[in-house]
């Protein structure tokens, strides 16, 4: 999950395989900037230090993991928003395809040391889950998209409850802008016509 390979300029998505690409990186750069934006605003002069601490470095690890699936269903449902409004296909056949990809992104990775293997597997099925829901509603615009996670992505902050204060509006308007900054990006690069054609074929 390397999002500083996303302050490059970035080459047309054409295939399924530059969109999985598309959907990990800024599934990974949604979450992790917020987390460490945050943690470092809370922390304010002392963020240096709070980030050399061994105990704050583990549960920052934590927390990004945690994340991530929370990064790749939200990314997940705004790509299915964009090839829902532009293509052709069936949203059913659209979906399981998109479900199939994203589960496909998760498994790339080894489980965490951070989580371990139970708490990995809970995070699959969760996924899975939030996946699904995507097809019980119609497209949502990408500001609106981050709306049930936030309070869930807000939880996982790695700062003590106590000291979150009232800043759950911030992280959730941190969320709504970011998925639309990535919604701009991803309309830019994406040919939509050749990815609609390899994510769900015509029959012969």
Request: include cysteine.
């Amino acid at each position: 999950m390397n999002f500083r390979a996303l302050l490059r300029r970035r080459p047309p998505i054409q295939d399924l395989s530059a969109l999985a690409n598309f959907i990990d990186e800024n599934a990974a750069f949604l979450v992790q900037k917020g987390i460490y934006e945050y943690a470092r605003a809370r922390a304010g002069h002392y963020a240096k230090v709070l980030f050399r601490e061994t105990g704050f470095l583990e549960a920052v690890e934590q927390s990004r993991w945690r994340a991530y699936p929370l990064g790749l269903a939200m990314v997940a449902e705004l790509v299915e928003g964009a090839l829902t409004y532009g293509g052709n296909r069936e949203r059913s056949a659209r979906l399981e395809a998109l479900k199939g990809l994203v589960m496909g992104i998760f498994d790339r990775y080894p489980v965490p040391q951070a989580l371990g293997g139970e708490i990995w597997s809970e995070a699959r099925a969760d996924l899975e889950r939030r996946l699904v829901l995507i097809g019980l509603h119609p497209p949502k615009w990408a500001k609106d998209i981050p709306e049930p996670f936030a309070q869930t992505y807000f939880d996982l902050m790695p700062i003590h409850e106590q000291l979150r204060g009232a800043d759950f509006p911030t992280i959730r308007n941190y969320l709504r802008v970011t998925m639309c900054n990535i919604h701009e990006q991803l309309m830019r690069r994406m040919d939509l016509p050749a990815i609609e054609a390899q994510l769900v074929p015509l029959p012969e």
